[in-house]
Structure formats: structure tokens, C-alpha cells
């Protein structure tokens, strides 16, 4: 069976600067990663390769079984959930109006627009919608304007959307950002439900911080200065030494409830 992404050589140069160098990784369908490293590390930049909306330098690309440069990346992506705190989600009108409710929101994700296409949301569509976002608790958020929506809220929202088209894999840049502790709390828990409920989904989490990386975390991949230094199992890459080496700091590791912890050593 074909893995959910595979990265060969993996080279990525934007005007003659390395922004990813020599990358080789394999994820299995149902498999959860989370990305780690400091920041330049090349982690938005590998993400934005899985999500094919980038192609490689140099090396070879196959998401779901299709290779970068010899398929239809408008079909492929219908395959791919994103979700990015950059992603313009509806079209700015909308919002300025109050029109674009969090359900306007995540029925885009059907059509993988920007406008909601109206015509082609029917019953199927919107009951679709509603049970996307009481699956990530946000079920009375329906007719509440996006705009008005909390940053966890529209967290959550965001999540909501990129499912709605059934994605074979999930990928999600730096989700957490601008969250306060609570909310960041929810959208672990919402994610950890994903994981038990949808176990054919194949999920990958670019954040920062490790308090952010859920319990049902599987594998973990670890870069620096543009390289990955590790990637395998969870528990095998999240050690002290590891995450040490990766941020060029001596970090004291703690696991508890399924969950990792992280603080610097003084000396």
C-alpha cells in the first residue's frame, strides 16, 4: 500500500536560499505527526510541500499515492485538508458584512472556495456542515458571524472547514497561534477526538511549543537549520537530548497523561 506522503531528497530554494535541504520522509495512512523545531527550521515551508501547494526544487513528492509534477493538483488538494492561520477563508466582503456565518465558513470547505457557491450546497451539504462542527464543539456556532467568533472558536471553525470535503490527511500550521490556554485546550481535545473517531485519518501538526502536541500524537519529526534530525516513533523523538540538540538548548523533558512538557535548564 502507497504511504499517505513519502519525500525523496526533498530540496526546496527560493532565490538561491535553501529553505528545506535534503529531506527524506515517509507517513503511513492513520499515523498522527507533529513537526518540532525552532523557528526558520523549514517546517511551514515542508508542510506547504505535503499540502502540494508548493513543488520541490529538487527530489520527489507522492501525497496519497499521486507524485508532485504528474498529477492534477486541483484534484489532489480535494484530498488534502490545510489548515493555516494565514488561509483566507471567505471573501472579505462577506465578513465585513456579518454574512459569513462559521457555517458560510465551513460549507466552503465543500467547494474549497473562498465565496460560498450557493447552488452547490444542498441538504446533504449543510447537514454535513452542522455535524463538522458539533464534532469539533462548536455546534451552537452555526449562525454566529465568523467575525465575531473567538480565536479558539475560529480555531476549531477553521478545523471544521478543511473537513468537509472527507480529506485522507489533515494538515494543520501552527493552529495554536494567538490561543489562550482554554482554548488551546479545547482544540487538543478536539483533535485527540478526531483521532479516535476518524482512525483512518493521517494528521500532521507543525507547532512550536511542545504543550501543544496532543496525547494521540504517533510520530515525531524534528528539524534544524533547514534539515530534519530526527523522525520516527513519538517516544523514541521526544526525549531530552533530542529536543536539546534540535533547539540548541538543554531542555528537561516531562510526560505525563500522554502528554509532553518542556522547560529550559539553568546553569
Known sequence: MDAALEMDDVTIRVVGRTLV??????????????????????????????????HPTSGTVTVLGRRLGRVDLRELRRDIGLVAASQRLVDETLLEEEQATALTVVL?????????????????????????????????????????????????????????ADPAILLLDEPFAGLDL???????GALEDLAATRPGLTTVLVTHHLEEVPATTTHAL??????????GPAGEVLTGPGLSDCFG???????????????????
Request: net charge positive; hydrophobic share 40%; proline share 3%.
Open 182 to 188: 482554554p482554548a488551546r485546550e479545547d482544540l487538543i
Open 249 to 267: 538548548r538543554s531542555l528537561r523533558l516531562d510526560h505525563a497523561d500522554g502528554r509532553w512538557y518542556a522547560r529550559a535548564l539553568r546553569r
Open 21 to 54: 535541504a535534503g529531506a527524506r520522509w515517509r507517513v503511513e495512512h492513520g499515523q498522527h505527526w507533529v513537526i518540532l523545531g525552532p523557528n526558520g527550521a523549514g517546517k511551514t515551508t515542508l508542510l506547504s510541500v505535503a499540502a502540494a501547494v508548493r
Open 108 to 164: 466552503t470547505g465543500h467547494t474549497g472556495t473562498s465565496a460560498p457557491l450557493w447552488d452547490r450546497y444542498g441538504d446533504a451539504e449543510r447537514e454535513r456542515a452542522h455535524r463538522m462542527l458539533a464534532d469539533l464543539g462548536c455546534k451552537d456556532l452555526a449562525d454566529r458571524p465568523f467575525l465575531v467568533c473567538s480565536q479558539g472558536e475560529r480555531a476549531r471553525i477553521r478545523v471544521a472547514r478543511a473537513l468537509m
Open 222 to 231: 524534528l528539524m534544524r537549520d533547514t534539515r530534519i534530525v530526527a523522525a
